[in-house]
């Protein structure tokens, strides 16, 4: 079964820029997640996704941050415009609708902000 | 905001040795998952116990769950230098189907 794939591994951006992140999760997963990893933290939910549509996205900061998953598979995450603050491991994460809700993630992205 | 705080923050053991983990937790839940972290596997699902559950196991894992400490705690017997990473704590509230909330971690070094 092929893992939870994500592009690009590693993006060094300078503040203001625009970036996006690509998620493409594994087969016949409808729930997606996106998470923040700052470094020395747990991973913090920034949306939720069953297939195309939104679940969750409570605590993503909309005002610069988007998401979308327009077919109900792969997804992208865009910042614009980044902030220091933004540095940090962006994870992707998918699971069954149904079962015990265990996740399997991505390797992530690693977004630096200069 | 982070649902609960893992105990010790950093651990370093000889191989061989158990390793235990602790986590608290905040507020009611329908289970509560470990998960490990390597540079080089990411994250890695490793056990889930479900809340009318108290312990279970899985190799060389032993988890248990107290819902009226709200806590939990991992132990890993006869480790070894594989098992260095971070290792998080994560819960899911009683609506099923919700994203995990996930604690700060607990470094792990085993030394050989």
């Known amino acids: 079964e092929a893992g939870v794939a994500q592009s690009p591994r590693y993006k060094i951006i300078e503040k203001r820029q625009s970036v996006a992140f690509w998620c493409n999760p594994i087969?016949?997963?409808?729930?997606l997640y996106w998470y923040q990893q700052i470094l020395g933290q747990g991973p913090k939910l920034l949306i939720q996704?069953?297939?195309?549509?939104?679940?969750?996205d409570s605590q993503l900061p909309k005002d610069r941050f988007s998401a979308e998953r327009l077919k109900g598979v792969d997804s992208t995450l865009k910042i614009q415009p980044a902030k220091l603050e933004d540095s940090a491991v962006y994870l992707c994460?998918?699971?069954?609708?149904?079962?015990?809700?265990?996740?399997?993630f991505g390797p992530g992205t690693r977004l630096t902000v200069l | 905001s982070q649902q609960g705080e893992e105990d010790p923050q950093a651990l370093s053991i000889q191989e061989g040795e158990n390793a235990t983990m602790n986590c608290s937790y905040k507020?009611?839940?329908?289970?509560l998952q470990w998960y490990r972290q390597n540079s080089g596997r990411g994250l890695v699902h490793l056990i889930l116990?479900?809340?009318?559950?108290r312990e279970k196991h899985s190799g060389r894992l032993r988890v248990t769950l107290d819902t009226s400490k709200k806590s939990s705690s991992l132990l890993i017997t006869a480790s070894r230098a594989a098992d260095t990473a971070s290792y998080f704590c994560?819960?899911?509230?009683?609506?099923?189907?919700?994203?995990?909330?996930f604690g700060k971690g607990t470094t792990l070094s085993v030394s050989s």
């Open positions: 994460a998918s699971r069954w609708t149904s079962g015990n809700n265990e996740q399997f």
């Open positions: 087969s016949g997963h409808a729930t």
């Open positions: 996704f069953q297939n195309n549509g939104v679940v969750d």
């Open positions: 507020t009611s839940i329908n289970n």
């Open positions: 116990i479900r809340s009318n559950e």
């Open positions: 994560a819960t899911v509230g009683n609506q099923a189907g919700t994203a995990l909330i």
